[in-house]
Every structure is written in structure tokens, then in C-alpha cells.
């Protein structure tokens, strides 16, 4: 799977994986259009999850898997 050219999506950040103890350990963007985009690990997404429930615009690279889901790896991004 490769990724896409750089791209702006905007949603709403919410949690998308948990460990056993309830922790938050992923997050996912929930667009308008009802499309989810997990975030890939990177050095951005521990200061994403301060934006919990919040609007943002993340600058990044799309990646499409063949189940449909997506993921976005964050350049960087706007409150």
C-alpha cells in the first residue's frame, strides 16, 4: 500500500483503539463525509490527542488498504 500525495482532510479527532486498562493508544479522524482515517504513529499524533473531540485540519499522506480502511500519517496540523 503506498501512500498518496500530500492532502488536507478536516474531522473531528476521537479514540480508535484502547489497551487493556482503557488507555487510549490510537486515534482516528472522523470526517464530515463519514470517512474515518486512523492516525499512523508519528511524532505529532501524542499532541493530536490533546484535541480530543475537537475540529482539526491535518496535512498528510493518505494510505488506502484494500478492505477499504485508511489511515493518515500528520505532517502537521491546524486547531
Known amino acids: 500500500m503506498e ?4 492532502t488536507v482532510i478536516s474531522g473531528i479527532v476521537m479514540p ?3 489497551d ?3 488507555r487510549i493508544t490510537g486515534i482516528a479522524l472522523y470526517t464530515n463525509n ?3 482515517y486512523t ?3 508519528n511524532h505529532l499524533t501524542e499532541e493530536l490527542m490533546n484535541f480530543m473531540h475537537q475540529n482539526v485540519k491535518i ?7 484494500p ?3 485508511q489511515s493518515i500519517v ?6
Open 3 to 6: 501512500f498518496s500525495q500530500q
Open 16 to 18: 480508535n483503539n484502547w
Open 20 to 22: 487493556e486498562t482503557g
Open 34 to 36: 463519514e470517512e474515518v
Open 39 to 41: 492516525l499512523e504513529n
Open 59 to 65: 496535512n498528510g499522506r493518505i494510505r488506502q488498504y
Open 67 to 69: 478492505d477499504g480502511r
Open 74 to 79: 500528520a505532517g502537521s496540523y491546524l486547531p
